[in-house]
């Protein structure tokens, strides 16, 4: 007994110190890029693999000079709304389709689905011209309507909603319908609520990934007063050249809305992956 006690004992501490040696890999490059903003360009650029800590004074005017060069204020509003409607869409959109995939019978259901699930396995910049020319005739280039429009509607989001509402009883809408409630009731008072693990999970990932696109706020917003912060640390990396300091810095500024978003909304983040079984 004592000896299937301390391989136990064994096994947790190889998976603890497995588990921390990984954590500490992640958090490496995240150091990193704060400390080279505080460094100095030549301290940055050396080659001594030991140079960690910044010599000397720390620079902290690396962010003013980025703050200065970039307005962060228009940046940050840019990119929170672009996140905020994309969530609010594709939320919207996908629980009322995934409810029609899932729930409902209606001619073309599978046809109509197949086209979903291809749209799912077709890398997104083949339809990058067709959306540009759609934004183009709308009058909606460079403004946040033409940020929000790729993401509206989501094929990975109305195939997870679809999911989510496949697996909830049948009874609880045979129950409704004895009750005197027509579809739209038992759709919005009776079954969304109960895909609401589902619908957080979509919306953790809709965030993270219009917080990371980059290539469709630059084609769409060339404006630096509609731009995200993303496309901004693209053209900053041209404008600086090899002043790594500065670009650290304005990367460091770049991550902070989503560690804010993260830090208010930890549980549900950590809820909806569990939930979803996926990973960013």
Same mark, same amino acid.
């Given at each position: 007994?004592?000896?299937?006690?301390?391989?136990?004992?064994?096994?947790?501490?190889?998976?603890?110190? *497995?588990?921390?040696?990984?954590?500490?890999?992640?958090?490496?490059?995240?150091?990193?890029?704060?400390?080279?903003?505080?460094?100095?360009?030549?301290?940055?650029?050396?080659?001594?693999?030991?140079?960690?800590?910044?010599?000397?004074?720390?620079?902290?005017?690396?962010?003013?000079?980025?703050?200065?060069?970039?307005?962060?204020?228009?940046?940050?509003?840019?990119?929170?709304?672009?996140?905020?409607?994309? +969530?609010?869409?594709?939320?919207?959109?996908?629980?009322?389709?995934?409810?029609?995939?899932?729930?409902?019978?209606?001619?073309?259901?599978?046809? @109509?689905?197949?086209?979903?699930? +291809?749209?799912?396995?077709?890398?997104?910049?083949?339809?990058? *011209?067709?959306?540009?020319?759609?934004?183009? /005739? !709308?009058?909606?280039?460079?403004?946040?309507?033409?940020?929000?429009?790729?993401?509206? +509607?989501?094929?990975?989001?109305?195939?997870?909603?679809?999911?989510?509402?496949?697996?909830?009883? /049948?009874?609880?809408?045979?129950?409704?319908?004895?009750?005197?409630?027509? *579809?739209?009731?038992?759709?919005?008072?009776?079954?969304?609520?109960?895909?609401?693990?589902?619908?957080?999970? @979509?919306?953790?990932?809709?965030?993270?990934?219009?917080? /990371?696109?980059?290539?469709?706020?630059?084609?769409?917003?060339?404006?630096?007063?509609?731009?995200? @912060?993303? #496309?901004?640390?693209?053209?900053?990396?041209?404008?600086?050249?090899?002043?790594?300091?500065?670009?650290? #810095?304005?990367? +460091?500024?770049?991550? !902070?809305?989503?560690?804010?978003?993260?830090?208010?909304?930890?549980?549900?983040?950590?809820?909806?992956?569990?939930?979803?079984?996926?990973?960013?």
């Amino acid at each position: 007994m004592e000896s299937v006690r301390m391989k136990q004992k064994v096994t947790q501490v190889l998976i603890h110190c *497995i588990l921390i040696f990984f954590s500490f890999i992640m958090i490496v490059p995240f150091a990193w890029m704060i400390l080279t903003a505080l460094k100095t360009n030549q301290q940055a650029i050396s080659v001594d693999p030991f140079y960690i800590f910044p010599a000397g004074t720390w620079h902290f005017e690396n962010f003013s000079k980025v703050w200065a060069s970039y307005n962060f204020l228009i940046l940050y509003k840019n990119t929170i709304l672009m996140i905020f409607w994309r +969530v609010v869409c594709a939320c919207l959109t996908a629980t009322m389709a995934g409810y029609a995939f899932g729930r409902l019978k209606f001619p073309g259901k599978k046809f @109509l689905f197949s086209l979903v699930l +291809v749209q799912m396995m077709v890398p997104a910049q083949i339809f990058i *011209i067709p959306q540009y020319l759609m934004v183009s /005739k !709308l009058g909606w280039l460079n403004t946040c309507a033409g940020l929000v429009f790729p993401g509206a +509607v989501t094929a990975f989001g109305t195939y997870l909603l679809k999911t989510g509402y496949q697996g909830l009883p /049948k009874d609880l809408e045979e129950a409704a319908g004895i009750d005197g409630c027509h *579809i739209g009731q038992k759709f919005y008072k009776i079954m969304m609520p109960l895909t609401k693990s589902s619908m957080v999970s @979509l919306g953790i990932f809709t965030a993270v990934f219009a917080f /990371k696109d980059l290539m469709w706020p630059m084609i769409v917003c060339t404006n630096s007063q509609t731009t995200t @912060l993303s #496309a901004a640390l693209a053209k900053m990396q041209g404008q600086y050249g090899s002043d790594y300091p500065t670009m650290m #810095a304005s990367a +460091v500024l770049a991550v !902070l809305p989503m560690l804010i978003i993260y830090i208010i909304f930890q549980k549900q983040f950590v809820e909806g992956i569990a939930t979803s079984g996926g990973k960013l």
